[in-house]
C-alpha cells in the first residue's frame, strides 16, 4: 500500500488525496501510479480532466514523461459526480481549471465512500495559490507535495516559471514557455503582477 497512509487504509469510508505541486514535478505520474494500483486491485476506477487541457489527448490523462491513462473529458465538476456513481476510485487531474464547485463536489464523493484522488498545480506562475487547490487541500485526509528540480541551480523547486509574456492566467498547451524553479531563482515577469 501507499507509504503515504499513517497505519492503513481506512474502513468503511471514503477520503480525498492530494497530489499537488509546479509543473514538470510528476504530479500526473503520480497519479497514474496510484490509479493503475487501484486498477490492478480490481477496483472501478474512473478519471476526469477539465476539457480546458487539450495537450496530447483529448481522452487521456499523459504525464510529461508520456505515461498515460484513459479518461473522460469534462466541463463542469458537478458532471464528476453524475459520471462516477459506479466508482470506487476517483481520479482527477488538473484540478486548478475547476471552478470551487469541485470542493463540494469531492467532499460529496468521499462522503458516499469513495477514494478521490485529485492532482494539481497549488501555485500559478507568479506563485499565488491557484483556487480551487488550496480549498480542496483543507478538506483532504492525505497531501502529497510534489516538487520538482531547480533548472538553474538544482535545488527542489515548487515555483512554475514563465518564459514568455503573456497577462493570462494559464497557457494550455504550452509547456514549452514553462519551467521548473526553486524559491531563489524565480520571478514574476515584469507586467505580469495583475490578479485574473
Ligand atoms: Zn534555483
Redesign the pocket.
Known amino acids: 500500500m501507499n507509504d503515504f497512509y499513517p497505519h492503513s487504509v481506512p474502513r468503511d469510508t471514503g477520503w480525498i488525496e492530494v497530489i499537488a505541486g509546479c509543473m514538470f514535478s510528476g504530479k500526473t505520474e503520480e497519479l497514474i501510479r496510484r490509479l493503475r494500483r487501484a486498477k490492478i486491485a480490481r477496483q472501478n476506477v474512473v478519471i476526469f480532466k477539465p476539457k480546458i487541457d487539450v495537450r496530447y489527448s483529448s481522452t487521456e490523462i499523459v504525464s510529461h514523461s508520456e505515461q498515460s491513462l484513459p479518461s473522460v473529458l469534462v466541463e463542469s465538476a458537478k458532471e464528476i459526480l453524475e459520471l462516477s456513481k459506479d466508482a470506487q476510485v476517483v481520479g482527477i487531474d488538473e484540478a486548478q481549471f475547476f471552478s470551487y464547485e469541485l470542493v463540494e463536489v469531492c467532499n460529496k464523493l468521499a462522503d458516499s465512500g469513495k477514494r478521490v484522488i485529485v492532482a494539481g498545480l497549488d501555485q500559478d506562475y507568479r506563485g499565488i495559490p491557484f483556487e480551487p487547490m488550496p480549498q480542496i487541500l483543507a478538506i483532504a485526509e492525505y497531501i502529497t507535495k510534489t516538487l520538482a528540480i531547480?533548472v538553474?541551480?538544482g535545488?527542489p523547486?515548487d515555483k512554475t516559471q514563465r518564459k514568455i509574456t503573456s497577462k493570462e492566467r494559464v497557457l494550455v498547451g504550452a509547456s514549452d514557455s514553462y519551467e521548473a524553479?526553486?524559491r531563489?531563482?524565480h520571478y514574476i515577469p515584469e507586467n505580469q503582477t495583475e490578479q485574473k
Open positions: 531547480c538553474v541551480c535545488n523547486a524553479r526553486c531563489k531563482c
